[in-house]
């Protein structure tokens, strides 16, 4: 080999490693720490394809809607979200383990563009990142205050975090739960997580619902938790093949449930019940009016988060994201409806 070769193979490897050294590091901090999200937002052409003016869907209406791409690899199989009071800044979780905050941008009372987002890794209790442990599939999420809590399946474990102001939760640590979370399958665990009202009969408390029962109680409907000092199991009755995505509490205390479709031959399919905050005490079978019900030819996918709040208009807002499985066969949508009250 002559000492041209040698040279310049020389200086390719010192170039190599040079980008290396530089890229490498790099690349741990960019996934390790929190960092801008460009989100880029296509408006959806009405929610029925192909009658972009109908707006009334059983008790709602159709204010707008949205699908959101983003180049970041971690964007995507966002399970539950939640709006603070002013209608714009949200946090969101992934089910692979990750924060997502931001501010929906609305005009018009619709949805336009989401700004100011940021994204990072879910921390366990000694800083590492929960999609390394076997908390790595978070599904449900509840925000009181300066406090969150994350419920992950397969685990069947809830986690508390504290909130900084401005900043993006720390480190969390798992709390007690009951024991009958030992019973729950393992990809139907808890999905959905709130913390009841000021008015409910244990309010402060958890609420948590299973995405499906499991098979071996041999019950027919969803079972729910209240957790805490007096708490206990609730049930859901189950109407046909729907699973529980999330739950989420109106600004009158009244609770919303969210639920999901997917069956093979009929589809994807949606719906919301309201359940009266009253009946919301352990022992209870809940039940409660439909809102909405919707699946083939609407603008649905894999829905699993759904959050509320009034907006300055005194209006009722529903919000509800899709969970896209971090497939190229889906879709993250972002839906708005208002609350016929």
């Known amino acids: 080999m002559s000492m041209g070769s040698l040279r310049r193979r020389a200086l390719l490897a010192g170039l190599l490693a040079w980008s290396a050294a530089l890229a490498a590091p790099a690349a741990a901090l960019d996934r390790a720490a929190p960092r801008a999200l460009e989100i880029i937002a296509y408006p959806l052409k009405g929610f029925v394809i192909g009658e972009p003016d109908r707006r009334v869907f059983?008790?709602?209406?159709?204010?707008?809607?949205?699908e959101l791409r983003a180049h970041d690899?971690?964007?995507?199989?966002?399970?539950?979200?939640r709006i603070a009071r002013d209608g714009e800044?949200?946090?969101?979780?992934?089910?692979?383990?990750?924060?997502?905050?931001?501010?929906?941008?609305?005009r018009d009372g619709a949805p336009a563009a989401i700004a100011e987002a940021r994204i990072a890794p879910i921390l366990g209790p000694v800083g590492t990142p929960l999609k390394r442990t076997r908390?790595?599939?978070?599904?449900?999420?509840?925000?009181?205050?300066?406090?969150?809590?994350?419920?992950?399946?397969?685990?069947?474990?809830?986690?508390?975090?504290?909130?900084?102001?401005?900043?993006?939760?720390g480190r969390g640590r798992v709390i007690e739960v009951p024991a009958a979370f030992r019973d729950l399958?393992?990809?139907?665990?808890?999905?959905?997580?709130?913390?009841?009202?000021?008015?409910?009969?244990?309010?402060?408390?958890?609420?948590?619902?299973?995405?499906?029962a499991p098979a071996r109680w041999r019950m027919a409907d969803h079972v729910g938790f209240i957790l805490g000092p007096g708490g206990g199991r609730v049930s859901l009755r189950r109407i046909g093949d729907y699973d529980v995505t999330d739950i989420a509490f109106l600004p009158d205390g009244d609770l919303l449930v969210l639920e999901r479709r997917f069956v093979p031959i009929l589809g994807l399919g949606l719906r919301i019940r309201r359940i009266a905050l009253a009946a919301i005490r352990p022992g209870a079978r809940l039940d409660g009016e439909i809102l909405i019900e919707a699946d083939g030819g609407v603008q649905i996918d894999n829905m699993e988060a759904l959050a509320a709040h009034r907006d300055a208009e005194g209006r009722t807002i529903l919000t509800i994201v899709s969970d896209n499985n971090f497939s190229i066969l889906q879709r993250t949508l972002l839906l708005?409806?208002?609350?016929q009250e």
Do not use: C, K, Y
């Open 89 to 106: 800044r949200f946090i969101a979780v992934t089910d692979q383990a990750h924060w997502i905050t931001g501010r929906i941008v609305a």
């Open 73 to 81: 690899p971690d964007f995507g199989g966002i399970s539950s979200l």
């Open 135 to 169: 908390h790595f599939d978070t599904e449900a999420l509840a925000w009181q205050g300066n406090t969150l809590f994350v419920a992950t399946e397969r685990a069947h474990d809830i986690l508390r975090f504290e909130l900084p102001a401005g900043g993006m939760p």
């Open 336 to 339: 708005r409806f208002a609350l």
């Open 185 to 212: 399958e393992g990809n139907r665990g808890i999905e959905a997580l709130a913390v009841l009202p000021p008015r409910a009969a244990q309010a402060g408390q958890l609420l948590a619902f299973a995405e499906r």
């Open 58 to 66: 059983g008790r709602l209406t159709f204010l707008g809607g949205l």
